[in-house]
Structure formats: C-alpha cells, structure tokens
C-alpha cells in the first residue's frame, strides 16, 4: 500500500496532521508514506524530525507549466494506491494534477461554497468528498478524512508528544542553560500584517518585567527575519536584554530551543504547536484566530483570549489575519500586560 498525503501547507497545520498521520499508519499496516510539501514552507525538516522513516517531494507551484508536466507525470510513476487531500494543502489547480497521476482511490476536504472543485471531484467516482465541518479542531478535520476511507470506527487519539533526541548545538551556541531561559515570539506571519499579534511595546514591558524580576532567566526571541525587520529599531531603542536568534535559526535548532526552555510566551503559531507536542509550559496569546479549530491540545499550555470585538472572526475560515488586521488594528489588546506577567509569573515559580 502506498498513500500520498498532501502537506502543502504550513508547519503548524502540519504537526496538526500527525496524529491522522500515525492512525494512517496503524490502520493500513504501516504503508509507505509519501508527503507532498512546499519547499519554502519547512515542511520537509518538520517531517525529517518527527516522521523521517517515510518519503518528501517538495513541489513548487509557481514554476512553468514543462516543470509542472515532468513533476506530476514522475509522480504518477510512483503507483499511488490511496491518496489524502487536507483542506488546507491544495487549491484548486493542484487538485487537478492529482486526479491525473493514477492513484486508485482520493479522499479529498471540501468547502461546500467550492463548486468548481466539488464539480471536479463529481465527475471522479474514485473521489470520496469530506465536508469541511464549522467549529471543528483540525484533528478531528484530517481524522474525517481518513474515516471516510474506514467501513469501521476509527479510534481518534488527539494526544501528540513529541521526544526529541539530546542534542545541545543550539543551546550552547546561544550560551544557555537547559529550563533556565524564556523563549519568547514577538512576531507573527514573517512580519507581515497579521490580526493575531500581540503589540511590540507590550512585549517590551513583559521583557523589562522579567530582566528586573527574573534576572537568572535570559530571554530568548524566536521568529522568522520579517518579525524582526518590523520590530527592530523598537527593541534596539528600548533597554532590554535579549538573545535574538529571529531568522538565525533553522526549525532543528527551533525545535531544540522550545524544547530545552523553561517556558514559551507565543501566539497561534507553528511556534504554540511546537511547544504543545513537546509538552511545554506555554503561554498562547489568542486573537481573532478559530480557538475551536486550532487550539493547542497540551494541558501545559496555558491561553490567554483577547476578548474584543475582532474575537473569533476567524471562525470556520469567515476570514484572514491579514484581511482583520486592517478591520481591527487593536484585535489584541483585550490581553493585558498584567496578566501575562501573572501568566508567567506563576509558570516560573511552580516548575
């Protein structure tokens, strides 16, 4: 049995697919695996760290149509048995291509206000279509997925730790000491206009909180080279200590960051799923993103609501951070300084 599973998609969506992706496994006898991913997504360290006994192709959808033609007929070659299309891994164009490479069977998410693709997928008898359904965590949604290929019950097991082997390059590169450091996400989006990010100047005054408090805990910034671009001469004005690794690191030596920290202060982010597999005390800072659909599922991660009126508007996919950051520009400041330095507070003195 050979199954494809789309991952064309971003890091924390995809360590949202793994607990589907180890009952993919369990009920198919442990099948070859092949991932689809993007390249400039990450998607191939992520499943080198968590899943490296299976295959990655990564595919780049912005080239000419003769790269297109020679990728997908390569594909083909490989005799796809069963094939896993998430909600949020294609788009309508890849869609396509994967009707054409052969495999016996698709399992495919679908928006029920998509009708070119439910006509495409119509016209296939060998395309099982899954509705996409409101108020859902992402789990759940890629379990319907493969529960739509079952004629029994699939056993859903939400729970997903991730244990990672000792490695201390990065903690030593930084000169930090294991569970004695703070790791936190200024950023969000590569520091693109995003409704889920907490304000650079609340994050300034929680620094200078616990350099004056909690001396003994260096404070380490994690992100992508755009978080810092935007924030850079705020922090460099401000008297704050920090160890900035924002764009310096790759996801390995993020992974290793989180996961030798005391705790994490982070938005909905790859950088909250990462910390909820390792099972970190977290600190997740929520806006107007779908908290039903993308919360984190470790009981270590504690999460602060940012109750204004941009709450929940992203709710079953109604909108874009990027779209509410222009509507609602203070969508985050239902969360107060304060109570994220009683958060935090509270994580350093009971661990």
């Not at 996400?185 to 005054?205: C, D, H, L, P, T």
């Amino acid at each position: 049995m050979k199954i494809l599973i789309c991952a064309h998609t971003g890091v924390g969506n995809l360590i949202l697919k793994f607990p589907f992706i180890n009952a993919v496994k369990h009920v198919f006898h442990n099948p070859e695996i092949i991932y689809l991913g993007k390249k400039k997504y990450g998607i191939k360290q992520v499943i080198e760290i968590v899943d490296s006994s299976n295959k990655i192709i990564e595919y780049d959808d912005d080239k000419n149509i003769i790269y297109k033609i020679k990728f997908w007929s390569n594909l083909r070659k490989e005799h796809i048995d069963y094939v896993f299309l998430p909600f949020d891994s294609v788009g309508s164009k890849i869609a396509v291509w994967i009707m054409l490479i052969g495999a016996k069977k698709i399992f495919a998410h679908v928006f029920m206000h998509e009708r070119l693709k439910i006509f495409l997928y119509s016209s296939l008898r060998k395309v099982s279509m899954v509705p996409i359904l409101p108020s859902r965590h992402e789990i759940d949604l890629n379990y319907d997925l493969l529960q739509s290929s079952m004629d029994r019950k699939v056993r859903r097991i939400r729970k997903l730790e991730l244990v990672l082997k000792f490695d201390l390059h990065c903690i030593k590169k930084y000169n930090l000491e294991i569970n004695n450091y703070i790791v936190i996400q200024i950023g969000a989006a590569n520091g693109n206009e995003s409704a889920k990010v907490w304000r650079i100047e609340n994050f300034i005054k929680l620094i200078e909180h616990l350099n004056a408090n909690y001396s003994a805990h260096k404070i380490v910034l994690v992100g992508d080279i755009g978080d810092w671009v935007k924030c850079k001469n705020i922090i460099e004005q401000s008297k704050i200590t920090i160890i900035n690794t924002i764009g310096k690191t790759s996801l390995i030596d993020l992974f290793m960051l989180i996961n030798n920290a005391k705790l994490i202060v982070c938005h909905d982010s790859a950088v909250m799923h990462i910390a909820s597999i390792l099972n970190k005390n977290t600190i997740a800072l929520y806006g107007p993103t779908d908290f039903l659909r993308t919360h984190p599922v470790s009981k270590r991660c504690k999460v602060l609501l940012s109750k204004t009126e941009a709450f929940g508007k992203m709710w079953n996919f109604k909108s874009s951070e990027q779209k509410l950051a222009k509507q609602y520009p203070h969508s985050m400041d239902g969360i107060k300084v304060d109570k994220v330095i009683h958060s935090v507070e509270k994580l350093i003195t009971s661990s």
